[in-house]
Every structure is written in C-alpha cells, then in structure tokens.
Nanobody, 114 residues
C-alpha cells in the first residue's frame, strides 16, 4: 500500500525557515521522481518543486526559486523541502507526490505570520 507522510510544517515568522519531510513507503521510491505541491483554501493545488529519481535534476516554481531547495535520500525513502526566507504568501498545506502516481499524503500545514 502506497503511503506518503508529510511532516515538518508549523508556524514561522516571515523570513524564517522550515524543513519539510516526506516519508514514502509501498513502492520503489528510488525509481520515481518526486514533487512537492501546496494548496490554499479555494485554490488549486500548485506544483512547488520537483526532483528526478536520481536527485540530479530539480525544478521550481518561479515564486520559490532561490528560497526553496528540494532534495531526497533514496536510502531512507524520503524527500525534503528546505524552505528559507519564508513569506506570508507561502502559507499553505504542503503535499508530496510521486510522479505518475495518483496517491497523496495528508499534507502538512505551513503558516508564515508575525
């Protein structure tokens, strides 16, 4: 059974940092690209960052370039999102997902507020 469990969210002041983690199980993690998405109420889920199966290549939405870093540890079946210089507009529920798979985790709430 495919499981994706996100963690690491919380309340942080503008300019602060958080590191999100996604623990994956139930599939061969190392052969799938992974992505982080985020969603706010009333809006569609937005792709934030992606990483290839090997971890060599990454992509980011323009609004987070230079502030967020996606990484993965295939030996631990985990993907991470390091978020620095956080802004109030980064407030959302963050989800991880394997490419070409339809499974979602429960997400982790990130709130950026003073």
């Amino acid at each position: 059974q495919v499981q994706l469990v996100e963690s690491g969210g919380g309340l942080v002041q503008p300019g602060g940092s958080l590191r999100l983690s996604c623990a994956a199980s139930g599939f061969t993690f190392s052969i799938y690209g992974m992505r982080w998405y985020r969603q706010t109420p009333g809006k569609e889920r937005e792709l934030v960052a992606g990483i290839t199966s090997s971890g060599i290549s990454t992509i980011y939405v323009d609004s987070v370039k230079g502030r967020f870093t996606i990484s993965r540890e295939n030996t631990k079946n985990r993907v991470y999102l390091q978020m620095d210089s956080l802004k109030p507009e980064d407030t959302a529920v963050y989800f991880c997902k394997a490419t070409a798979m339809a499974y979602w985790g429960q997400g982790t709430q990130v709130t950026v507020s003073s």
